[in-house]
């Protein structure tokens, strides 16, 4: 592909061959600067597919994520993610990570340790809930929140997780997380 | 990609059209996967942010307010799953130690791969020289280039998203990070 003048990016107001750059003087200057500057950079972008490339199995488990645009489940979106919101205390290390996810009223804490994921629904209610582990889920671990809204359990050992609960007569599932 | 396709597209996969996923996918991937590397993360990390944030994409489908941002929505995501990698390795470490950050991939050196790609057989002495020096940039200049050379090409507004950089200061940066590529891979060949 060649897209020395990056034509195809046309609602991109600002052009690639934004000069003023510093010293160049005339226009023509500019364009062989610019048309210099696109030929590495189409260069390197061959380098890239070569050397460092979307590895394949990567892009088909982004295909097969198209099983998981879910519209019948209400999204509960993370609110709270102590890797972002809290400030670690010095010198405290192996902190668990505390993530909250919110939907309406409905909240579920859930702390990830070494040892799996600890959870607690707001307001207290039972639930069923199965740990998703990707776009083909062999059989998801399913956990059980007693009537208190608590809930324990394993994780997957690697990759995004997310959490699809049962309260009700409602199903919502949770944004996926790296644990 | 083109903004006005990826809207479609978009709109297309909320009604349920799987190709046009497909199309997304094919067309914002390498994107996805140059914000990631941007940011240095290892294979097994960089494996688990990509999936991450292309389940999450699954699930904002139909949510996403500008489908035709849909692009700079990815961008974002991966920058921000990227950054809280980096963090989770600072929590995990009392130091502040910077080379910790220059944590690469170790299971698979680019001379490998090049070897591996008989495509590249015959200009690979020239790619070689090319990705060594361009891993020798300065941090900022390496970031920058290494979003720019997702294929297809980022708008700038994507770029934005991905470095959290001002739209209006990339095409400068740019300029002056290919002449000072430009300038090693010269003074390299003069040597």
Redesign the interface.
């Known amino acids: ?1 060649n ?1 020395i003048d ?1 034509g ?5 107001g ?3 061959a ?4 510093d010293g160049f003087g005339g226009e023509s200057v500019l364009d062989e ?2 048309f ?2 696109g030929l ?2 189409e ?13 394949p199995e ?2 088909r ?3 097969d ?7 019948d489940a209400r ?1 509960a979106e993370l609110t709270f ?1 102590s ?2 919101d809290a400030i ?1 205390v010095r ?1 405290a ?3 668990p990570r505390m993530l909250t996810f919110r939907t309406g009223e409905l909240s579920v804490d859930v702390e990830v340790t070494a040892h799996g994921l600890i959870g607690q629904l707001l307001p207290p209610q039972p639930a069923r809930i199965e740990v998703l582990g ?2 083909h889920p062999a059989a998801p671990a399913t956990l059980t929140a007693d009537t208190m809204g608590r809930f324990a359990g394993e994780l997957p050992r ?3 997780f ?1 959490l699809r609960l049962r309260t009700g007569g409602e199903v919502v ?1 949770t ?4 644990a | 990609m083109d903004r006005a396709d990826v809207g479609a597209l978009v709109q297309s996969a909320v009604d349920g059209d799987a190709a046009a996923w497909k199309a997304l996918v094919e067309g914002l991937s390498p994107l996805v996967w140059s914000v990631v590397r941007a940011h240095r993360l290892s294979d097994a990390d960089a494996h688990e942010v990509y999936q991450t944030v292309w389940f999450r994409f699954a699930q904002h489908l139909g949510r996403i307010r500008e489908p035709h941002k849909a692009g700079s929505w990815l961008a974002t995501t991966a920058r921000n799953e990227s950054l809280k990698v980096i963090r989770g390795w600072q929590r995990l470490t009392p130091t502040d130690d910077p080379h910790l950050l220059d944590r690469v991939s170790e299971d698979r050196t680019p001379e490998q791969s090049l070897l591996d790609s008989e495509e590249a057989a015959a200009q690979s002495e020239r790619v070689r020289r090319l990705w060594q020096e361009f891993e020798e940039l300065g941090e900022r200049c390496r970031q920058l280039l290494r979003v720019l050379m997702a294929s297809p090409p980022p708008s700038y507004q994507e770029v934005s998203a991905a470095l959290g950089i001002a739209v209006g200061s990339i095409g400068p940066l740019r300029q002056r990070c290919l002449r000072r590529l430009r300038a090693r891979l010269d003074a390299r060949g003069a040597s």
């Open positions: 592909m897209h990056n195809d990016n046309g609602s991109n600002d052009n690639r934004a000069g003023a750059d600067a610019e210099g500057a590495l950079e260069e390197l972008r061959q380098a890239a597919a070569i050397l460092d490339p979307v590895p990567l892009r488990l982004a295909v994520a198209y099983a998981l645009h879910d519209l999204l993610d890797l972002v670690p010198g290390t192996d902190v990707g776009p690697t990759g995004p997310a599932v944004e996926w997380m790296r």
